[in-house]
T-cell receptor, first 112, second 121 residues
Framework: SQQGEEDPQALSIQEGENATMNCSYK?????LQWYRQNSGRGLVHLIL?????REKHSGRLRVTLDTSKKSSSLLITASRAADTASYFC????????????FGTGTRLLVSP | DTAVSQTPKYLVTQMGNDKSIKCEQN?????MYWYKQDSKKFLKIMFS???????INETVPNRFSPKSPDKAHLNLHINSLELGDSAVYFC????????????????????FGPGTRLLVL
């Protein structure tokens, strides 16, 4: 079965609010990555966190990783209408060759 | 200056036909992938090539055959198309291991193409 389950499936907020998305996975990983997909487009890499890291920041993005709970969260602060997209976590399994297993995605809608 | 490009962008065809999707990357990456995204947005890896060598082959029907003529290109040929093949197919590439570049997130990031929307009627 798929590796990543994301929660919530959909999130609707107002501009300026924070958005938090969660990802759970099942097996040990090398790293976990978050990608963004705008409607009708390909995925764009946002941030990568390694299995020995607990938190990373990139601009308005904050990612946490709890390997004991096999979960990660993506926080987007001070959201903008342009942040409207689907967000996917992807786990890089410990299998030698990189094989990303994607979560189910969270659809974020940011209203002006 | 498209990094990862796919052709065609849209493909509408009849059941039973054979079709190909092409992917090219100009990033100098070693590794390329094909993914299938279904109507529920679930993205699943199909194949991966590293320097023209097949390294990942998921449980995909034999009707799907990838081909990598060189490390900048990875094509996907689909025989005897079925209704269930309707999906968006994404190509991606990654710098991959075995290069002189620094080891870091850049090496492990995948760069996706815009997708090919396949509709089988």
């Amino acid at each position: 079965s798929q590796q990543g389950e994301e929660d919530p499936q959909a999130l609707s907020i107002q501009e300026g609010e924070n958005a938090t998305m969660n990802c759970s996975y099942k097996t040990s990983i090398n790293n976990l990555q978050w990608y963004r997909q705008n409607s009708g487009r390909g995925l764009v890499h946002l941030i990568l966190i390694r299995s020995n890291e607990r938190e990373k920041h990139s601009g308005r993005l904050r990612v946490t990783l709890d390997t004991s709970k096999k979960s990660s969260s993506l926080l987007i602060t001070a959201s903008r209408a342009a942040d409207t997209a689907s967000y996917f976590c992807a786990t890089d399994l410990n299998t030698g060759f990189q094989k990303l297993v994607f979560g189910t995605g969270t659809r974020l809608l940011v209203s002006p | 200056d498209t990094a990862v490009s796919q052709t065609p962008k849209y493909l509408v065809t009849q059941m039973g036909n054979d079709k190909s999707i092409k992917c090219e990357q100009n990033l100098g990456h070693d590794t390329m992938y094909w993914y299938k995204q279904d109507s529920k947005k679930f993205l699943k890896i199909m194949f991966s090539y590293n320097n023209k060598e097949l390294i990942i082959n998921e449980t995909v029907p034999n009707r799907f055959s990838p081909k990598s003529p060189d490390k900048a290109h990875l094509n996907l040929h689909i025989n005897s198309l079925e209704l269930g093949d309707s999906a968006v197919y994404f190509c991606a590439s990654r710098l991959g291991p075995g290069t002189a570049h620094q080891v870091g997130p850049y090496q492990e990031t995948q760069y996706f193409g815009p997708g090919t929307r396949l509709l089988v009627l």
